[in-house]
C-alpha cells in the first residue's frame, strides 16, 4: 500500500510560482508512476503530469498541454518525494491538487490507485 501527502499549495498572484511536494511512504521498494490530477469547481478532475520512479520507456515525464511550458514534475529518490513546480500561473490553474501513484503509465494518467488529501491553490489578483 502507498501513502501519499501533499504540501506547498496556497494563494498567488497571476504569473507567480508554486512548488508542491508530495511525500511517498508505504511500498518504496516498487516502482510507481508519481503524478499530480487537479480539480477545478464544478469541473471534472484532470491529470496534469506524471513521471516514473525506475528507468527505461517512460525516461520522460508526460504534461497536460495545457501546463507544457510552465509546469515541471520531478522525483526525488533520497527523500521519496515528488515535486510539481509550477510557474507563469492563471486563474484557471485555480484548483485542487492531488498526488497520486499507480504502477502503469496508463493507469497514473487516466484512473490511479493511489490518492493523496489534496492541497489547494488560488491564483487571483
Known amino acids: 500500500q502507498v501513502q501519499l501527502v501533499e504540501s506547498g499549495g496556497g494563494s498567488v498572484q497571476p504569473g507567480g510560482s508554486l512548488n508542491l511536494s508530495c511525500v511517498v511512504s508505504g511500498d518504496t521498494g516498487t516502482n510507481y508512476h508519481l503524478g499530480w490530477f487537479r480539480q477545478a469547481p464544478d469541473k471534472e478532475r484532470e491529470v496534469v503530469a506524471v513521471v516514473y520512479t525506475g528507468r527505461g520507456t517512460y525516461n520522460s515525464p508526460y504534461y497536460d498541454d495545457s501546463v507544457k511550458g510552465r509546469f515541471s514534475i520531478s522525483f526525488d529518490n533520497a527523500k521519496n518525494t515528488v515535486y510539481l513546480q509550477m510557474n507563469s500561473l492563471k486563474p484557471e490553474d485555480t484548483a485542487m491538487y492531488y498526488c497520486?501513484?499507480?504502477?502503469?503509465?496508463?493507469?497514473?494518467?487516466?484512473?490511479?490507485?493511489?490518492w493523496g488529501q489534496g492541497t489547494q491553490v488560488i491564483v487571483s489578483s
Open positions: 497520486v501513484a499507480d504502477k502503469t503509465r496508463k493507469g497514473a494518467q487516466t484512473a490511479p490507485r493511489h
